[in-house]
């Protein structure tokens, strides 16, 4: 495991080395100063994917409205920038464009063919080349805009606006930049408001407008790595429209890093317990899940050998069906057997624990919540038969109630 782990990261070590006799003291020197740096990097790698909007400042914002191209309701571009001379209005803008992300997943502009022939990415290029001509921001905002109509042509894809905003001094990864927002709104929500009539009483009436608490679709584009189709956040509150506007549209890849690699694993050991156990006995299937999550939250690194031995102690047989379910999942996923060596993203395990399903739901309108692996082989929890009465039953041994 430890050897994997130093050829996973052997860019760390900048220099060339030749292998020599050494002391036994020399080797421990060399494995503790080796694992401090194992360390240093992991705690860098935990943080890679930090996000800070708090110095964050919205320079320049742009409107457009976008129908439906297969209705044929056509685009109706702004003639110029928004001017945001108040300060609350620009505070709350603000505030609605970059509450909504989650920062655990990143993505990457791509192409079929080439990443230059992705024309949002050129759009966002040439912004970022010129970033304080408003002429050009406008320019490009425009071109978005019949990208997005052009894009738009299902009849269930309804009309909206698009707002393109520039923001400065976000922090990604300790590294100060500025980002593209994309946003499009299509939601219209009722608000009642409060108004004095002709007689100088009070009457209520209704109007239609955007509840800043929601946003329907949006993407930050932070300027960096632009060589890789830069680093974006995409957020999608209506799943079901992610085809036109996450690919058609933006063309997003989401980037393999141990992020995304946490939670693939995670899925595959979620599919391989709900699939792989049927016939057997319920809390067979319990315990493989709470195996599954505590192997994560107990390593820093992932290696699958590991996993499989800490699931399946030394059932080869069982070991090696794991072992094929996860190269045909490999396989599906479009992942390489080098990319199973990874850095166990944290956060994302505590945010799959809840999804493992640990209950043994019975037919007596009964459910046995089972947070531990080891209650089987401790005897806190047994399951038996009993003859007499023509049913399985489980035997739960405790000191005290809670």
Sequence with gaps: MFLKLVKYKKVLIGCSYSVSPVSPQEAGLFFQMLGILFIFTLKYRQMSNDIIFTEAKLSRLVLHRVGNKSRQEGIFPSKKLLQLKDEQLKADLQKFFLSHFKTDIFYHFSHNSELTLNEVYNYCGRIFQDAENDELFYEESVNMLRQLYECSDHNKINDGELYVAHFEDIVLNDELVDAIGIFKVETRDKFLKLRLDEENDWELYFEEGTNIENLDKGCLVFNTAAEEGYRIVSVDMKGGDAKYWRDDFLMLTQIHDDNFYTKTYLNLCKQFGKTQFDGE???????????????????????????????????????????????????????????ETFFIAAPLVKKAEKSFRKIIQLDSSVEIKINSSTVHEDGTVERGYDAEKGMHYYKIYFNDER
């Design 281 to 339: 006995e319920k809390q067979d299937q319990v315990t493989f899940l709470n195996k599954s999550i505590e192997y994560f939250n107990s390593h820093d690194a992932f290696d699958f050998d590991e996993l499989a031995t800490d699931l399946f102690d030394e059932d080869r047989e069982r070991i090696e069906t794991f072992r094929e379910y996860k190269n045909n999942y490999q396989e599906k996923e479009g992942l390489l057997p080098e990319e």
